[in-house]
């Protein structure tokens, strides 16, 4: 059993910058983050491997989003720059423990999760 350990999340006006964190109770194979606004279904944000640090993201956060990971310290960072209203939701660090040839991006396909951490960005 990996326990999630989410951080970071905050209130920002829109053009500023956050970065979360998720700590990991021991080692997993790939870690991303997803979010979820009221209303909507949960979306795939970004996405990192643990061991060769390959990446995958949402269009909608490519160019402003950055995903990081520690691996000694079993955490994933996020990011945000240049934040916008619609980015605005309930944010979930999610974790694998097997390998997936293409990086996963469905909820589906991640067995932990974490509690999730609000990020609210104001016009």
């Known amino acids: 059993q990996v326990q999630l350990v989410e951080s970071g999340g905050g209130l920002v006006q829109a053009g500023a910058s956050l970065r979360l964190s998720c700590a990991a109770s021991g080692s997993t194979s790939t870690m991303g983050w997803f979010r979820q606004a009221p209303g909507k279904e949960r979306e795939f944000v970004a996405a990192?491997?643990?061991?060769?640090?390959?990446?995958a993201y949402a269009d909608s956060v490519k160019c402003r989003f950055t995903i990081s990971r520690d691996n000694p310290k079993n955490t994933v960072y996020l990011q945000m720059n240049s934040l916008k209203p619609e980015d605005t939701a309930v944010y979930y660090c999610?974790?694998?423990?097997?390998?997936?040839?293409?990086?996963?991006?469905?909820?589906?396909?991640?067995?932990?999760w974490g509690q999730g951490t609000q990020v609210t960005v104001s016009s």
């Open positions: 999610a974790a694998r423990l097997s390998f997936r040839p293409l990086i996963p991006t469905s909820p589906s396909q991640y067995q932990y």
């Open positions: 990192i491997r643990g061991g060769s640090g390959s990446t």
